[in-house]
């Protein structure tokens, strides 16, 4: 049965740092508050030596005592993790935040009312030529970050995925963010700013680098980049947390379950899968917490438009609106918004309910499920190809890492789509006829009529004579003979 949720909190923030959201500390707040700067102890040092080099994206030897790598690629566990045990612990001067990038003299004029991660890609530009290469840059067997990809290849692996637009989105966004930093170079000190460093490609890339390394420290309130953590695999089912103590004055990455000897490490991440998608090029999205938005909206032709319009102010929703729907799961204000819009009787205004899943009238779910299965179709038939064949790529060893990735995301995609379709046909299924001006009409009265005009055929015959010798032994005609 298709169930109803409440529908998430939305956190106003630049495009390419929407959904970036970690795994909180047990006990913790599940979510993160985002803050432009910090004065926790993380922040309170000395960043003004802190360098990076192609080198640093690998763990330290003095960290990596615990781990083993398989084939030098994902690490995995070299002894077993109790619940809640550390399972490694980061410096924090190993942990480059905004305050690095402030403590860098020529980027301080291109920092003011940045947000945390471009300023993070802006210290990485300052680095060694190699840095952002080598941070962009996925490891063997993973796929690259779209934000890389070019636009044939985003419209060839990504037809249909909501991903391709988020990601041509938030790249146009990155490309007027780097006009406006390239004004400021040229108006302060360009030549402390070398082309071969600094460029729209290499801000691109920088941050492309920054999001498949940058975690969000609850417990610090900021971004931080762990190179040292580029290369795990993140879940947002099982998985390490990642967070910041300030009692150790270190980063540490803590099992929330227990950790077999010889099990992949990996870091809890709730972010749903075309998000994932975006920062990392692929991952592992948790049932619970992936979800894709579709968009839902008032006709502006309706008679009843600005009695609407008033009513959705009063909830804090607008006249278009994005709604998410999960797995076999759409949101309560989703279905009241669709019951809304479909109202013409100003007396139904009563029984709208925002907070609580309740029918209208008959006539009025019928056609808000009917539009809804219209959109999920359309939605469902906007991919290439089917799910069958995403699974053989899946299957083939010759596939490159970014067909895999983008097959497994559409696969997530359709998932959602195709259980909220089941959903939709099940709340379907008791509502027995067709909304009509007289009522709800049978469904099947078109095709009972035809029959009953096919059983009747056989009769006809003998109707006929009866007819003909009625008339001709006058039986309709009182006045026949007389």
């Known amino acids: 049965m298709l169930r109803s949720a409440a ?32 004065s926790t102890p993380l922040h309170a040092r000395d960043r003004s030596r802190h360098k990076v080099s192609a080198a640093s994206s690998a ?81 063997e067997g993973r796929a690259s970050s779209p934000l890389l990809w070019s636009q044939q290849r985003l419209d060839e692996l990504l037809q249909g995925s909501p991903v391709r637009d988020m990601v041509v989105e938030r790249k146009q966004a990155l490309i007027a963010e780097w006009a406006d930093i390239s004004k400021l170079i040229s108006e302060h000190d360009p030549a402390a700013f070398p082309p071969d460093k600094f460029s729209e490609t290499k801000f691109i890339e920088a941050m492309a680098a920054t999001l498949r390394s940058v975690f969000y420290l609850q417990s610090a309130e900021c971004f931080a980049l762990l190179p040292q953590l580029r290369d795990w695999d993140r879940s947002g089912e099982k998985g390490a947390v990642v967070d910041y103590d300030s009692l150790s004055s270190s980063v540490i990455v803590r099992a929330d379950t227990g950790i077999k000897r010889g099990q992949d490490l990996v870091l809890r991440d709730e972010r749903p899968s075309c998000e994932l998608m975006f920062a990392l090029g692929g991952g592992t999205a948790g049932q619970d917490v992936d979800f894709l938005e579709v968009p839902a909206s008032l006709v502006i032709t309706d008679r009843l438009y600005g009695l609407k319009k008033e009513i959705l102010d009063s909830v804090g929703l607008g006249v278009k609106q994005m709604f998410p729907i999960r797995h076999d799961s759409l949101s309560v204000q989703h279905l009241a918004y669709l019951r809304l819009s479909r109202i ?13 899943d309740v029918i209208i009238s008959v006539e009025n779910e019928y056609e808000i499920l009917q539009l809804l299965m219209s959109d999920l179709r359309a939605r469902v038939q906007g991919y290439s190809g089917g799910i069958e064949e995403d699974i053989s790529i ?25 259980t909220n379709m089941d959903g939709v046909r099940q709340r379907l299924a008791p509502i027995r006829g067709i909304p009509t001006k007289a009522g709800m009409q049978d469904p099947n009265s078109d095709i009972k009529e035809i029959f009953d005009a096919m059983e009747s055929i056989p009769a006809l015959p003998s109707k006929l004579f009866n007819r003909l010798r009625d008339w001709a032994t006058g039986k309709d005609d009182p006045t026949w003979k007389k």
């Open 344 to 356: 013409q009787d100003t007396a139904q205004f009563a029984k709208v309910n925002f907070e609580r």
């Open 394 to 418: 899946l299957q083939r060893g010759d596939a490159a890492p970014e067909e895999k990735a983008a097959a497994k995301q559409r696969i997530a995609e359709r998932k959602i789509l195709l």
């Open 7 to 38: 529908l998430p909190a939305l956190h106003g923030r630049p495009a390419w740092e929407h959904g970036v959201r970690f795994a909180p500390m047990p006990g913790q707040m599940c979510q993160p508050r985002f803050s432009s700067s910090c």
């Open 59 to 139: 763990v330290q030897p003095s960290l990596a005592s615990e781990f083993v790598s398989s084939n030098g690629e994902r690490p995995c566990a070299a002894r077993d993790y109790a619940t809640g045990e550390i399972v490694l612990e980061i410096p924090d001067s190993d942990a480059i935040t905004r305050a690095d990038a402030q403590s860098i003299q020529a980027l301080e004029p291109l920092l003011e009312s940045r947000s945390e991660l471009v300023a993070i890609a802006l210290w990485l530009m300052h680095q060694e030529a190699s840095a952002v290469e080598t941070l962009a840059r996925p490891g």
